[in-house]
């Protein structure tokens, strides 16, 4: 498929969701299309919060358990829904309904995990994500989201194990890259994490997803400073506020002749 429910940008997300709609178009009883349309749907709202992309989640969700409501990826596709929402309880019991249909499922698994992360069960949320990397362990997102969740327990030695392994299965992906730059900044290492966005992956990309999606453009030394102010709008998936945002982070603190000429 275009996507297949692990991490991916902006722009991945759209086409998956142009992608499963022609699926859909084509044969309208096609149920697993109909499950990854309405998840990329909510992984899209998620990043990018829009009424219609809601609406498009929780439709397709819809047709895909008029059409089979006992699959086990129907409830992981209204769990998903539930969960980009706002309802982390509801999210949490169509998942645990999945896993009782398919308890070894990778992605229900992860995403359960993912349901107890923002409902504070950290300790569920690391243990779910580390069975679905056993489960899966070619698949960089679940090892990824265990070390960030192992960053938020003050773990940061266990966090770069974790985001080493996502790194090693997905080469330059930015949002792995950036997560490597937060561990070394949570334990004050400044340089090390510009070193991170230099060093692990195409340097543009790591600057304008850091800028983009943690406002870390004040992180950044001046070198990557300029790489990111020589980016346009379609870096930031065409999204001109994001993208003004972001420049605005780097300009600030640089209160120099130099800033100026930037801007």
């Known amino acids: 498929g275009a996507w297949d429910g692990g991490a991916a940008d902006l722009p991945a997300l759209r086409r998956a969701m142009a992608d499963y709609s022609e699926a859909v178009r084509i044969d309208p009883r096609f149920v697993r299309a109909w499950v990854q349309l309405s998840r990329a749907a909510s992984f899209l709202h998620a990043n990018v919060p829009d009424d219609a992309l809601a609406a498009r989640s929780r439709e397709a969700a819809a047709r895909a358990r008029a059409l089979a409501p006992g699959r086990a990826d129907v409830h992981l596709a209204l769990g998903d829904h539930r969960l980009v929402t706002g309802d982390a309880p509801g999210a949490r019991d169509e998942f645990a309904a999945g896993l009782r249909a398919a308890p070894d499922d990778p992605a229900l698994v992860t995403e359960a995990a993912r349901a107890a992360r923002v409902l504070g069960r950290w300790d569920d949320a690391a243990r779910g994500f580390r069975r679905a990397a056993e489960l899966d362990p070619r698949v ?124």
Not at 232 to 249: C, I, N, Q, S, T
């Open 140 to 263: 960089a997102l679940h090892p990824a989201r265990l070390g960030m969740v192992l960053l938020y327990q003050h773990r940061p030695d266990e966090a770069a194990r974790a985001v080493d392994r996502a790194i090693a299965l997905a080469p330059g992906n930015p949002g792995y890259v950036h997560q490597r730059a937060l561990i070394a900044l949570s334990l004050g290492r400044l340089a090390e994490a510009r070193r991170a966005l230099d060093a692990l992956g195409d340097r543009t990309r790591n600057v304008a997803y850091a800028s983009n999606y943690w406002g870390a453009g004040w992180m950044l030394d001046d070198a990557q400073a300029t790489t990111l102010l020589g980016l346009g709008p379609e870096a930031f998936d065409g999204d001109r506020g994001r993208w003004a945002l972001a420049r605005a982070l780097v300009l600030a603190p640089r209160r120099d002749p130099a800033a100026t000429a930037w801007a």
